[in-house]
Nanobody
Framework: VQLQASGGGLVQTGYSLRLSCAAS????????YGWFRQAPGKERKFVAG????????FYSERVKGRFTISIDNAKNMVYLQMNNLQPEDTAVYYC?????????????????WGQGTQVTVSS
């Protein structure tokens, strides 16, 4: 499994960004996909997850209502639409995957990781 994240950048408070993650997997639908982020000096934290088959989703409380995770099964792509960005959203964002658990609330256990993409939100 290989994951390639892109789409980060520098935006002002209140603006939007969409992150993309290209997944090289044998069967895209067999996996769950997640976005995590790591701010400077802090540990990496879960942001959002999606089941690659039934497309159920789960979000951290910090981003619920502002961020939307989605997938395009035909293109093996995972997206994170981030709206109303705030300075506290500044971090390196990582996409990750794991075989389906059907328990998105369990945010541990992602064992495939892409490289990060930097998101910086200026005030």
């Amino acid at each position: 499994v290989q994951l390639q994240a892109s789409g980060g950048g520098l935006v002002q408070t209140g603006y939007s960004l969409r992150l993309s993650c290209a997944a090289s997997v044998r069967t895209f639908n067999d996996y769950e996909y997640g976005w995590f982020r790591q701010a400077p000096g802090k540990e990496r934290k879960f942001v959002a997850g999606i089941n690659g088959n039934i497309q159920s989703t789960f979000y951290s409380e910090r981003v619920k209502g502002r961020f939307t995770i989605s997938i395009d099964n035909a293109k093996n792509m995972v997206y994170l639409q981030m709206n109303n960005l705030q300075p506290e959203d500044t971090a390196v964002y990582y996409c990750a995957s794991r075989l389906q658990t059907f328990s998105l609330v369990t945010t541990a256990g992602y064992n495939y990781w892409g490289q990060g993409t930097q998101v910086t939100v200026s005030s």
